[in-house]
């Protein structure tokens, strides 16, 4: 079954406490991507990479690390989390075609 | 700067007629457009998708109409049924003959309800 998968689906840390959440996918896609979802505003991409070593910045990159050192593999990592970063993250996937998301992962940062 | 804009917050239909969600954009690069749809405590799923050198796209229920001198695009969902309820939302994108699938860009989404 093709599948994006996020870890953990639920997260509350607090202020400057680094973390990461994994995504992983099992379509062998070149493109992955990590968006976050807030009201009123949609869902905004943080980074995206276009294959294993190339990533690029999103609309909302400031905050957030990310690496791709093997296709199936994008983590995200905050280093020093603030408040402001707490929202609703996906990742995504997508060959030639659409987008695949995975289930997202509410963060809260207090 | 909010490159695509879905403008209705929320929609509420009955059962059975037609569902008009609407999209606009200001980025004239953009030249691939989709739609999907979000449950709570889901991920968006796609719907349906169209090139820029179409101006209709079909797919069962669903179709979208692509007007690119309005900069605007709409989805019609006949008939509506009440499993149809969730967010949606329209996206763009760059270069739809390669590298662009990577970076989508989303509008706010509107909220439809089906009343049975």
């Known amino acids: 079954e093709a599948q994006v998968t996020q870890n953990p689906r639920y997260l509350i840390t607090v202020t400057g406490k680094k973390l990461t959440v994994t995504c992983s996918q099992n379509m062998n896609h070149e493109y992955m991507s990590w968006y976050r979802q807030d009201p009123g505003l949609g869902l905004r991409q943080i980074y995206y990479s276009m294959n294993v070593e190339v990533t690029d910045k999103g609309d909302v990159p400031e905050g957030y690390k990310v690496s791709r050192k093997e296709k199936r593999n994008f983590p995200l990592i905050l280093e020093s989390p603030s408040p402001n970063q707490t929202s609703l993250y996906f990742c995504?996937?997508?060959?030639?075609?659409?987008?695949?998301f995975g289930q997202g992962t509410r963060l809260t940062v207090v | 700067d909010q490159q695509v804009k879905q403008n209705s917050p929320s929609l509420s239909v009955q059962e059975g007629r037609i569902s008009i969600l609407n999209c606009d954009y200001t980025?004239?690069?953009?030249?691939?457009f989709l739609w999907y749809k979000k449950y709570p405590a889901e991920g968006p799923t796609f719907l349906i998708s169209?090139?820029?050198?179409?101006d209709k796209n079909e797919d069962g229920r669903f179709t979208v109409f692509l007007n690119k001198s309005a900069k605007h695009l709409s989805l019609h969902i006949v008939p509506s049924q009440p499993g149809d309820s969730a967010v949606y939302f329209c996206?763009?994108?760059?270069?739809?003959?390669?590298?662009?699938?990577?970076?989508?860009?989303f509008g706010q989404g509107t909220i439809l309800t089906v009343h049975p």
């Open positions: 169209i090139s820029s050198i179409k």
């Open positions: 996206a763009a994108s760059r270069n739809a003959g390669g590298t662009s699938y990577g970076k989508l860009t």
């Open positions: 980025n004239s690069m953009f030249d691939y």
């Open positions: 995504a996937s997508s060959g030639r075609a659409e987008a695949f």
